[in-house]
C-alpha cells in the first residue's frame, strides 16, 4: 500500500497520550514513511518510539529525538501537542500562561529550523491562542496553520446522534463555531438530524427545550466529562482529527469540519477561532458562516471572550501590541 507522501512528518509531543496515538494513527493511514517523534522527555520517548518499532509497520521510518533542531530540519508537516495536559477541575482558559510561552518557543523553533514546512496544526489548549502565538512567531501564512477544534462539532455530532438513537452519519453539519471552550457558539440552523433539520425539532416533543439545553452543555462541557469519566483528558479523539487533517494538507481527502484559523475580516479581527473551513492541499480555505441572528450574537460573544484572552496573553508579555505582528510575520500586515 503506498504512502500519501514521503515528506517528513513531526509529531511534537510525541511521549504523550495524544502524541503516541497521532503518531500510531498517521502510521495506520500511510501518510508518509518518514515521521519523526519529538519530546523533551527522553525516557518516555524512546519508549513509544520501541511500542511503535514492536508494531512491525511496512515500509516505516520512524525516528526520535530530543533534540528540536534535529527534529524540524526538512520537516514539511507538524503536529503539537506539547502543551500541558487539562487536569480534572481545570478549564482550557487555566492553561493559558504556560501553554502560550510554549506556543512562543514552538513558533520561534519553525522559523529557525523549518520555515518552509507546509502546514502546522496545533493542538494544545487554549488551542485558539496557543496556535495564535504559534503563528505569529513562526512567520507562516494563515492557511499553513490550524487548530483543532473539530472536536467541538463532532461532540455534537455524537450527542445528537445518541439522543435520537441514530447513526452519526445521519447527523449532517452539526456546526460549532468560535473558540474552542465553554464559550464555543454551538449552531442549530446548520444542521439536519436524520434528514430533518435540528433548529424545526427544537422545542416539539421529539427535542424538547429541556433537551436540547442539556445537549448544549455536554457540547461545551465534552472534555470535562471524558475527564470525569477516564480520569484524564482527551486523547483518542484529538489524536485522530488532527491526523485527518495534516493528511488533507499532504493532499488526501479534504477535511471539512471547522477548524481554528487566523481571522482577520472586519466583523473578526486578529484572532484565531473556529470557522466554516475546508483544508486541503492548499491549506486552510475559510468559508461564510452563516446563522441566525441569535447564533450571530453568540459567535460575537465567543469572539469577545477570545479577544479577552489575547489582551491577557499581550499583558504577560506573551506578544506584543496588535499593531507589532506584522513585524514578527509579514504574513499578517
Known amino acids: 500500500m503506498k504512502f500519501l507522501t514521503d515528506e517528513k512528518l513531526v509529531i511534537v509531543g510525541a511521549a504523550g497520550m495524544i502524541g503516541s496515538n497521532m503518531a500510531q494513527t498517521a502510521a495506520m493511514m500511510r501518510l508518509t514513511p518518514n515521521i519523526c517523534l519529538y519530546d523533551t522527555y527522553a525516557p518516555a520517548l524512546e519508549g513509544v518510539a520501541e511500542e511503535l518499532f514492536h508494531c512491525g509497520f511496512d515500509g516505516m521510518n520512524f525516528t526520535y529525538t530530543s533534540d528540536i533542531k534535529e527534529a524540524f530540519k526538512d520537516a514539511a508537516y507538524i503536529v503539537s501537542s506539547g502543551g500541558a495536559a487539562r487536569k480534572a477541575g481545570m478549564t482550557r482558559e487555566d492553561l493559558l500562561k504556560g501553554n502560550a510561552a510554549i506556543a512562543e518557543q514552538l513558533g520561534k523553533d519553525i522559523k529557525a529550523y523549518c520555515p518552509n514546512v507546509k502546514h502546522v496544526v496545533v493542538v494544545f489548549n487554549p488551542a485558539d491562542i496557543t496556535g495564535l502565538v504559534t503563528l505569529i512567531y513562526s512567520g507562516l501564512k494563515p492557511s499553513q496553520l490550524s487548530t483543532l477544534a473539530a472536536l467541538d462539532s463532532t461532540r455534537l455530532r455524537s450527542e445528537l446522534a445518541k439522543f435520537f438513537n441514530i447513526a452519526p452519519d445521519e447527523v449532517i453539519k452539526a456546526r460549532t463555531y468560535g473558540g474552542h471552550g465553554e464559550q464555543m457558539a454551538v449552531f442549530q440552523s446548520t444542521c439536519t438530524v436524520g434528514s430533518k433539520p435540528l433548529a424545526a425539532l427544537i422545542g416539539t416533543d421529539a427535542l424538547p427545550e429541556k433537551a436540547w439545553e442539556d445537549i448544549r452543555l455536554r457540547v461545551v462541557q465534552g472534555g470535562k466529562n471524558i475527564i470525569d469519566l477516564r480520569g484524564r483528558s482527551s486523547f483518542q479523539s ?9 493528511a488533507a494538507a499532504m493532499g488526501g481527502r479534504p477535511f471539512t469540519w471547522p477548524v481554528g484559523t487566523y481571522v482577520n475580516n472586519g466583523t473578526f479581527n486578529h484572532i484565531m477561532m473556529a470557522m466554516e473551513t475546508t483544508v486541503d492541499k492548499n491549506g486552510v480555505t ?39 505582528w506584522s513585524k514578527l510575520n509579514p504574513n499578517l500586515g
Open 238 to 246: 484529538p489524536a485522530y482529527l488532527s491526523i485527518e487533517m495534516i
Open 286 to 324: 475559510v468559508h461564510p458562516v452563516n446563522g441566525t441572528p441569535e447564533e450571530r450574537q453568540e459567535l460575537e460573544r465567543s469572539y469577545q471572550h477570545l479577544c479577552k484572552l489575547r489582551d491577557e496573553v499581550i499583558s504577560m508579555g506573551v506578544l506584543p501590541p496588535v499593531e507589532d
